[in-house]
């Protein structure tokens, strides 16, 4: 890192802000799976590959990059500094993206190597459109059953008697609705 280097921890903090690059370690196609003799979660298969960006990304130009290493819309979810893979977080925005470099600055101050972002992408789920509430009442208006329907099934299981051990009980006959 070029410039001058400074004895307290706030400044070398700022010092190590100043680099203006952000590097990803994007991971994708595989799987998060426990590993066998201490059940730790640990990312296999798939592709793992080094994206490097500018810290001041807007968040949708960062998500067009990932999509580009993808291949296709991503979503993104990543590993917090300390935390182990069962709580990853989403970033759905640019203060999500601003609070997990926040994190990630914060991880770094005492080390002299420093941690690169573990990003996890996986394609983004299609959003369907809802449809506007006069289509939604016609849909339900259809799937209401014939009133003769239920009738009909009440009238069937009422003529047949029901056999407990020796004796058959016969069911009460249906409340007809039409005689109310």
């Known amino acids: 890192m070029a410039g001058t280097s400074m004895s307290t921890g706030d400044s070398a903090v700022a010092v190590k802000n100043s680099d203006a690059t952000?590097?990803?370690?994007?991971?994708y196609g595989g799987k998060i799976l426990p590993r066998y003799p201490d059940?730790?979660?640990?990312?296999?298969?798939?592709e793992?590959?080094?994206?490097?960006v500018d810290r001041s990304?807007?968040?949708p130009d960062l998500l067009v990059k990932l999509s580009e290493l993808?291949?296709?819309?991503?979503?993104?979810?990543?590993?917090?500094p300390m935390d182990d893979l069962d709580a990853l977080v989403s970033i759905t925005s640019d203060e999500d993206l601003a609070n997990l470099i926040e994190e990630y600055d914060r991880a770094n101050r005492?080390?002299?190597?420093?941690?690169?972002?573990?990003?996890?992408?996986?394609q983004q789920r299609a959003k369907t459109p809802s449809p506007p509430s006069s289509?939604?009442?016609v849909a339900?208006?259809?799937?209401?059953?014939?009133?003769?329907?239920?009738?009909?099934?009440?009238?069937?299981?009422?003529?047949?008697?029901?056999?407990i051990g020796r004796t058959a009980v016969s069911l009460p006959s249906p409340v007809n609705p039409s005689k109310g």
């Open 48 to 52: 793992t590959r080094v994206l490097a």
């Open 140 to 163: 339900t208006a259809a799937f209401r059953p014939p009133v003769g329907v239920k009738r009909c099934v009440h009238q069937i299981v009422a003529a047949a008697p029901v056999t």
């Open 70 to 80: 993808y291949g296709s819309p991503v979503s993104l979810r990543c590993q917090l």
């Open 135 to 137: 289509a939604r009442s």
């Open 39 to 46: 059940g730790k979660l640990r990312y296999m298969g798939g």
């Open 57 to 59: 990304i807007p968040f």
């Open 22 to 27: 952000l590097k990803l370690l994007c991971s």
């Open 110 to 122: 005492d080390r002299s190597a420093s941690l690169k972002v573990r990003a996890f992408l996986s």
